[in-house]
């Protein structure tokens, strides 16, 4: 299997999911109204909707372990970067449109491009955490807690808050933010990617 088919492959797996549908619109319903509830405010609803983009991101990876999806992947595409690249790239083609819908029902224009950007960013880190994690709870659980507890607290406290993976939750203008956020995915699809290829499916 070629790699172009592996990424239309992971796409048609991803749209076949129902989790992906009612993550989704799940997501751009609860944009709408806390964008709604919080206009007044000033309040980005962002830093809220992200966590349905984690689920994505997650479900995306371990929906193949459960019922042992993931030996027929590999059967089909036995060369395993190829295979967690291309399962990326097609979260990623999945994600942006997402991402973008629900930025737009989040939020002002002048947001939709960061936001949008930050939110498919976020839904690749989510996914490299899931595969080296393998299951939903662990990783879901992790990632949640990151975000809303912990990220929250570090960036009133330390001064490295800014290299955060989520930096730009708050700011999603922010050039530099969306930077680290890159940063953050790069490193994270890297090292999921080799321990992908290394560990027994």
């Known amino acids: 299997m070629t790699g172009g ?4 492959a992971e796409i048609l797996k991803l749209l076949s999911l129902p989790a992906t549908y009612f993550t989704l619109l799940g997501t751009l319903g609860v944009s709408a109204i806390l ?6 405010q000033g309040v980005s609803p ?3 909707v992200q966590a349905g983009f984690i689920v994505l991101g997650v479900v995306a990876v371990t929906s193949e372990y459960g019922g042992g999806q993931i030996h027929r992947t590999l059967t089909a595409m036995p060369r395993r970067i190829t295979q967690h690249l291309a399962k990326m790239t097609a979260l990623l083609i999945v994600a942006v449109p997402a991402a973008a819908l629900t930025a737009l029902a989040g939020g002002p224009w002048s947001d939709v491009a960061g936001a949008s950007a930050y939110l498919a960013l976020t839904t690749i880190l989510s996914a490299a955490v899931a595969t080296v994690v393998r299951w939903s709870v662990p990783a879901v659980a992790g990632l949640l807690g990151y975000y809303f507890i912990a990220g929250p607290l570090l960036r009133d406290r330390a001064t490295f808050a800014e290299y955060l993976p989520d930096a730009a939750s708050h700011d999603v203008r922010s050039l530099g933010g969306s930077a680290v956020v890159l940063g953050w995915g790069l ?8 321990t992908f290829h290394r560990r027994d499916a």
Do not use: D, E, Q
């Not at 088919?5 to 239309?8: E, K, N």
């Open 187 to 194: 490193v994270a699809v890297g090292i999921s990617a080799i």
């Open 5 to 8: 088919r592996a990424i239309r």
């Open 35 to 40: 964008a709604t509830a919080f206009s007044r």
């Open 46 to 48: 962002v830093g809220y």
